[in-house]
């Protein structure tokens, strides 16, 4: 018990690369190396053809996973973990988190990046349009890719490496899980703004 606790000790003291290379043999090397190049494969493949059609599918089916975990995670799996047992809840969230990073990561870097290129006409793949609404969509996509990385991820870093922590902290972890309840609601309502601008464009 005393080994697992200074190596989880070391593992919350490393830095940056450490804590990614750390987090990547968490989630799985190939699953994670999975979880970013499949969905960027298929943007690349889209540029490669030149397919307006496969990056606009590409473009949809990345949000919509995006979208969907971003959402799952504070409306479900936040509440089903605060009900479970401490050792139950730290053997899901030690697991699960590192995997959800990678997986996001690699879905939302690719809906932002196929939006851009749709929305711009100079890339040779867009749709043509322009204008404010565009503009706007593009703008609250890319802030929404940023929020995530800055807010909702850090916080599920922060109960995961809490929960590998010496001595978890039972309050804090149920902080983190209220403010990741509110984060959450708030990045749906801004995902549904996006949707509706999205859906303003295209209907002109």
């Known amino acids: ?19 990614v290379q750390h987090l990547a043999r968490a989630a799985n090397p190939a699953f994670a190396a ?5 969905p960027l494969a298929f943007l690349g493949a889209s540029l490669a053809l030149g397919s307006t059609e496969l990056l606009f599918y590409t473009h949809v ?14 409306a479900i799996i936040g509440p089903t973990l605060g009900g479970l047992g401490e050792e139950a809840s730290a053997a899901v969230t030690t697991t699960l988190v590192p995997k959800a990073v990678f997986f996001l990561v690699g879905f939302s870097l690719t809906t932002v990046l196929s939006g851009t290129v749709l929305l711009t006409p100079d890339l040779g793949l867009g749709y043509g349009f322009g204008g404010a609404w565009s503009g706007a969509a593009l703008a609250l996509g890319w802030g929404l890719f940023a929020f995530g990385i800055a807010v909702p991820h850090r916080l599920q870093l922060s109960a995961y490496y809490e929960t590998l922590s010496p001595d978890p902290d039972a ?12 984060v959450g609601l708030f990045e749906g309502a801004m995902m549904l703004v996006l949707i509706v601008l999205m859906t303003g464009f295209r209907l002109g």
């Open 171 to 182: 309050s804090r972890l149920e902080s983190i899980e209220k403010k990741n309840l509110v």
């Open 34 to 38: 999975g979880s970013l190049l499949v």
């Open 61 to 74: 089916a990345a949000g919509a996973v995006w979208f969907g975990f971003a959402l799952i995670f504070p």
């Open 1 to 19: 018990m005393a080994v697992a606790n200074e190596t989880n000790r070391r593992i919350v003291e490393q830095g940056f690369v450490d804590r």
